[in-house]
């Protein structure tokens, strides 16, 4: 099985700084993109920021210049660090994985249970 566990949320006034962590864990062969989705209440999920295995990176245009994803492969591990919050940043945030596990033939998308943002004005 596989498990993908978020952390670094948080309260935070506006103009400050967090980082998340997304940790993946259980019978991984390997781990394609990772990204970061966030939603807010009464509105949809929305993709955040993505990176590839190779590391590439895209990017919501609400956040460019102000988020950057980033991965350590040896720890399974992705992380997204959050500058200049504002308000509109307040979601939960998810971590998404496209993993293939051990002795799987296909890969698989994975999600964490999320964690929550809340930049005060």
């Known amino acids: 099985q596989v498990q993908l566990v978020e952390s670094g949320g948080g309260l935070v006034q506006a103009g400050g700084s967090l980082r998340l962590s997304c940790a993946a864990s259980?019978?991984?062969?390997?781990?394609?993109?990772m990204g970061w989705y966030r939603q807010a209440p009464g509105k949809q999920r929305e993709l955040v920021a993505r990176i590839t295995s190779g590391g590439s990176t895209n990017y919501a245009d609400s956040v460019k210049g102000r988020f950057t994803i980033s991965r350590d492969n040896a720890k399974n591990t992705g992380y997204l660090q959050m500058n200049s919050l504002k308000p509109e940043d307040t979601a939960v945030y998810y971590c998404?994985?496209?993993?293939?596990?051990?002795?799987?033939?296909?890969?698989?998308?994975?999600w964490g249970q999320g964690t929550q943002v809340t930049v005060s004005s």
């Open positions: 259980g019978s991984i062969f390997s781990i394609d993109a």
């Open positions: 998404a994985a496209v993993i293939l596990t051990m002795g799987s033939g296909w890969s698989n998308d994975y």
